[in-house]
């Protein structure tokens, strides 16, 4: 099993950074993420970024 909480580590343009810091996250981290799901280098389209429970991020993009 699986234990712990998802994080919210990039919500509405801002790093939570407490939370990227207790789950030693990096930005550099979050930005491979997004590049991985979206393709893009750029955050302007991300909603949030969120790290799972099973360590992966998972980013939902801004819906226009």
């Not at 699986?2 to 810091?21: A, L």
């Amino acid at each position: 099993l699986v234990v712990g909480d998802e994080r919210v580590v990039f919500s509405h343009g801002q790093f939570n950074e407490r939370e990227m810091h207790a789950a030693l996250l990096t930005r550099t981290d979050v930005y491979e993420s997004v590049r991985q799901a979206t393709g893009a280098c750029d955050l302007k389209d991300v909603d949030a970024a969120i790290l799972e429970r099973n360590g992966q991020v998972s980013v939902i993009r801004k819906t226009h």
